[in-house]
C-alpha cells in the first residue's frame, strides 16, 4: 500500500508500468479500482498513476466540507510529488471536473488533458437545454434526499439507475465490489453537492489551456452528458471531440480495448506532434 502525504491529506496511489506517465483520475462514488479494466492495457505504452481522491476508500477523509479545488490541487501537489510532471492526465466524470480544474490551476502539470463527461450541467442554463438542467437537477436532488436521510444503499442505487448509468445498472451493471464501494463513499459525493463550486466552469478561463485535449461522450449516455461535453470542447484551443461508440458515462468499464486505443492514439499523436490548433 503506497500513500503520500499532499495539501495536509494522505492519498492512496498505484504506480505501474513505464513510459510517458499518464495519470487517471476517478469520478464520484468510486475510487482508483475503476480504472482496473484498463490499467494493464495502458500500463504497457505508459507509467499509470491511479489514486483515490480525497475523501474516497483508502485516502484520508477529513472533517468539513470539501471543496473542488482541493481536488483539483491535490492532483497537481501528487504528480509533482511523485515527480511525473508533466503527464497525460485523464478524468471521468466529476474526476474530469477535476482535471479542467487542475489545468486553470496548474496547467504545467499537463502534456496533454484527456476529459469524459464532466457533469458541469448549470453550463446548459439560459440555453435551449434547459430542460435537460431541469431534470438533471431533479435527479441529484431525488439522489441527497435519501443520503442525507442515511441511507447510503438507497442514494447509490439512484444515482446508478438515474444519473451515471440508467435503469436497472445497479443491479445488472454494477459488481458487489462496486456496490459496496459507491455505499463507502456516499458520503463524499453529499459533499460535493454542497460545494457551490462544484459544478461550476470558468470557460473563458478553461480556453487559456493551450495543451492537447481530449474531450470524450459515449453514445449510450445519458442525453445531458453530450452537450456539456460540446461546450467544454469548443473553448479548449487545441481540442479534439471524439463520441465513443457503445460507450456509457464509464468507458473504460463498458468499451474498455476501444477506450485503451483511444488514449494511445491520441497520446502518441501528441507526442509526435501531430496535435494542431482546431
Given at each position: 500500500?503506497?500513500?503520500v502525504?499532499?495539501?495536509?491529506?494522505?492519498?492512496?496511489?498505484?504506480?505501474?508500468?513505464?513510459?510517458?506517465?499518464?495519470?487517471?483520475v476517478?469520478?464520484?462514488?468510486?475510487?482508483?479500482?475503476?480504472?482496473?479494466?484498463?490499467?494493464?492495457?495502458?500500463?504497457?505504452?505508459?507509467?499509470?498513476?491511479?489514486?483515490?481522491?480525497?475523501?474516497?476508500?483508502?485516502?484520508?477523509?477529513?472533517?468539513?466540507?470539501?471543496?473542488?479545488?482541493?481536488?483539483?490541487?491535490?492532483?497537481?501537489?501528487?504528480?509533482?510529488?511523485?515527480?511525473?510532471?508533466?503527464?497525460?492526465?485523464?478524468?471521468?466524470?466529476?474526476g474530469?471536473?477535476?482535471?479542467?480544474?487542475?489545468?486553470?490551476?496548474?496547467?504545467?502539470?499537463?502534456?496533454?488533458?484527456?476529459?469524459?463527461?464532466?457533469?458541469?450541467?448549470?453550463?446548459?442554463?439560459?440555453?435551449?437545454?434547459?430542460?435537460?438542467?431541469?431534470?438533471?437537477?431533479?435527479?441529484?436532488?431525488?439522489?441527497?434526499?435519501?443520503?442525507?436521510?442515511?441511507?447510503?444503499?438507497?442514494a447509490?442505487?439512484?444515482?446508478?439507475?438515474?444519473?451515471?448509468?440508467g435503469?436497472?445498472?445497479?443491479?445488472?451493471?454494477?459488481?458487489?465490489?462496486?456496490?459496496?464501494?459507491?455505499?463507502?463513499?456516499?458520503?463524499?459525493?453529499?459533499?460535493?453537492?454542497?460545494?457551490?463550486?462544484?459544478?461550476?466552469?470558468?470557460?473563458?478561463?478553461?480556453?487559456?489551456?493551450?495543451?492537447?485535449?481530449?474531450?470524450?461522450?459515449?453514445?449510450?449516455?445519458?442525453?445531458?452528458?453530450?452537450?456539456?461535453?460540446?461546450?467544454?470542447?469548443?473553448?479548449?484551443?487545441?481540442?479534439?471531440?471524439?463520441?465513443?461508440?457503445?460507450?456509457?458515462?464509464?468507458p473504460?468499464?463498458?468499451?474498455?480495448?476501444?477506450?485503451?486505443?483511444?488514449?494511445?492514439?491520441?497520446?502518441?499523436?501528441?507526442?509526435s506532434?501531430?496535435?494542431?490548433?482546431?
Amino acid at each position: 500500500m503506497s500513500t503520500v502525504r499532499v495539501n495536509g491529506v494522505d492519498l492512496y496511489y498505484e504506480l505501474s508500468g513505464s513510459g510517458e506517465p499518464l495519470v487517471l483520475v476517478h469520478g464520484s462514488w468510486g475510487d482508483h479500482h475503476n480504472w482496473d479494466p484498463v490499467v494493464a492495457s495502458l500500463s504497457e505504452s505508459f507509467r499509470v498513476l491511479a489514486y483515490d481522491r480525497r475523501g474516497h476508500s483508502a485516502s484520508e477523509r477529513p472533517p468539513g466540507r470539501g471543496s473542488v479545488f482541493e481536488d483539483a490541487d491535490d492532483l497537481a501537489a501528487l504528480i509533482d510529488e511523485l515527480e511525473l510532471a508533466p503527464a497525460h492526465i485523464a478524468g471521468n466524470s466529476f474526476g474530469a471536473v477535476v482535471v479542467l480544474r487542475a489545468a486553470i490551476r496548474s496547467p504545467e502539470v499537463f502534456r496533454s488533458l484527456i476529459a469524459h463527461e464532466p457533469p458541469l450541467f448549470p453550463l446548459l442554463a439560459g440555453t435551449e437545454l434547459e430542460p435537460a438542467l431541469e431534470q438533471v437537477q431533479r435527479r441529484i436532488a431525488a439522489v441527497v434526499g435519501p443520503l442525507e436521510a442515511g441511507d447510503h444503499e438507497g442514494a447509490a442505487r439512484l444515482f446508478a439507475d438515474t444519473i451515471a448509468f440508467g435503469p436497472g445498472a445497479w443491479d445488472q451493471q454494477l459488481t458487489s465490489e462496486m456496490r459496496d464501494v459507491f455505499i463507502t463513499n456516499a458520503p463524499t459525493w453529499l459533499d460535493e453537492v454542497h460545494d457551490p463550486d462544484a459544478l461550476q466552469m470558468d470557460l473563458e478561463a478553461l480556453g487559456g489551456f493551450d495543451g492537447p485535449a481530449l474531450l470524450t461522450s459515449g453514445t449510450e449516455s445519458a442525453p445531458f452528458f453530450a452537450p456539456v461535453v460540446d461546450m467544454v470542447a469548443e473553448r479548449l484551443p487545441r481540442s479534439e471531440r471524439v463520441t465513443i461508440e457503445g460507450a456509457d458515462h464509464v468507458p473504460h468499464i463498458s468499451v474498455p480495448e476501444r477506450y485503451v486505443e483511444l488514449v494511445r492514439t491520441f497520446a502518441q499523436a501528441e507526442q509526435s506532434g501531430a496535435h494542431g490548433s482546431s
